[in-house]
């Protein structure tokens, strides 16, 4: 299998990590591995533990292997990221550098199989791992209005009463079997102006189903929690998030855990007022890609780094 996937904003993530130390790091998110490759060959890491719940991230970990014997993969989801390290022979370690580059890799979008994208037709499948759920299983059988408080939800998707309405119009008729049916489905959903936007009109309803399939907001919060206990003193939390649903709970952590008490939105309660300052804010404001990188690889135009310090 050919690794499709463009690490994103690569070199502004290698610009926070020291040279000069020798490095315990997690790569949360190994995907197609181009994070871990470029930290391997140019730091000097003593450990690295790799973490990715999409089995073709075994793949990809191998031809690595072959190169590097001081890396170890969990083929798991990051939400057990403290587990996982206790059953790794790093147990009594904390770690310098922990990083999440979050959402879908190009091999799993451009994989039409995997059913991520309403470019290219495929099963309404969305699984990055082994979630319970995929998306034929909500697209079919979720009651109307449970759909459209996804779409609502997870993909901010203002059009989502209409969408679910039309889903629910078009299921009874026949089972939607794919991501072209549903596009097609979502566009007619629309207003024609909507459909003319830069963004295709299926985007955000897709996105929305793979949050919920993948449960991805919750993975978040919990890694970010135990990821700050596994840091060593000075260690760096490094995040590169692709939506805002993402971005919000990054920053109000990094907010939260900094002492700035401060959330984006009342509506997000998970983090109490209380409790102890443990971080340090490195980058005030997101890092976004520069624009040639942009030109390059036009996925990485939604990127956001923000970076955490243990004190
Ligand atoms: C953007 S890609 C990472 C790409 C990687 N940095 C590289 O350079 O190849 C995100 C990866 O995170 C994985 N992932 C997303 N959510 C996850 C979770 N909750 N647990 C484990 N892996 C997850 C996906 O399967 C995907 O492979």
Redesign the pocket.
Same mark, same amino acid.
């Given at each position: 299998m050919i690794?499709c996937?463009?690490?994103?904003m690569?070199d502004e993530v290698k610009s926070f990590i020291p040279i000069s130390k020798d490095l315990n790091l997690i790569?949360?998110? /190994?995907?197609?591995?181009?994070?871990?490759?470029?930290l391997l060959e140019e730091f000097n890491i003593k450990n690295l533990l790799a %973490?990715?719940?999409?089995p073709?991230?075994k793949i990809?970990f191998s031809e690595l292997k072959k190169k590097f014997k001081n890396i170890e993969l969990f083929n798991?989801? /990051?939400?057990?990221i403290d587990e996982l390290i206790k059953k790794s022979k790093l147990s009594n370690e904390s770690f310098d550098v922990i %990083?999440?580059?979050?959402?879908?890799?190009?091999?799993?979008i451009d994989n039409p199989y995997r059913g991520f994208s309403f470019q290219n037709e495929g099963p309404l499948d969305m699984k990055?791992?082994s979630s319970t759920l995929n998306a034929y299983e909500i697209i079919n059988s979720f009651e109307e209005k449970k759909l459209a408080d996804i779409f609502f939800q997870f993909g901010e998707e203002k059009h989502s009463r209409k969408i679910a309405k039309n889903i629910i119009k078009n299921r009874t008729i026949k089972p939607i079997v794919n991501t072209k049916e549903l596009s097609d489905i979502i566009r007619n959903s629309v207003p024609f102006s909507y459909s003319k936007n830069k963004i295709h009109p299926a985007t955000k309803t897709f996105q929305a189903l793979r949050i919920y399939v993948?449960?991805?907001l919750n993975?978040?919060k919990i890694?970010l929690k135990k990821s700050e206990n596994l840091l060593a003193p000075n260690g760096l939390l490094i995040i590169?998030s692709?939506q805002s649903l993402e971005d919000r709970i990054v920053k109000d952590f990094f907010n939260h855990k900094s002492g700035k008490r401060w959330r984006s939105s009342r509506h997000l309660p998970d983090l109490g007022d209380l409790g102890p300052i443990t971080l340090k804010i490195i980058t005030k404001k997101p890092l976004r890609p520069k624009d040639f990188e942009i030109d390059n690889n036009p996925r990485s135009r939604s990127a956001k780094l923000r970076v955490a310090q243990k004190i």
């Open positions: 690794n996937h463009i690490p994103v690569l790569d949360a998110t /190994f995907g197609g591995g181009g994070y871990s490759k470029a %973490i990715d719940r999409d073709t991230a990809f798991e989801k /990051f939400s057990k %990083i999440f580059d979050l959402g879908v890799s190009s091999n799993q990055m791992g993948n449960d991805e993975e978040l890694a590169v692709f």
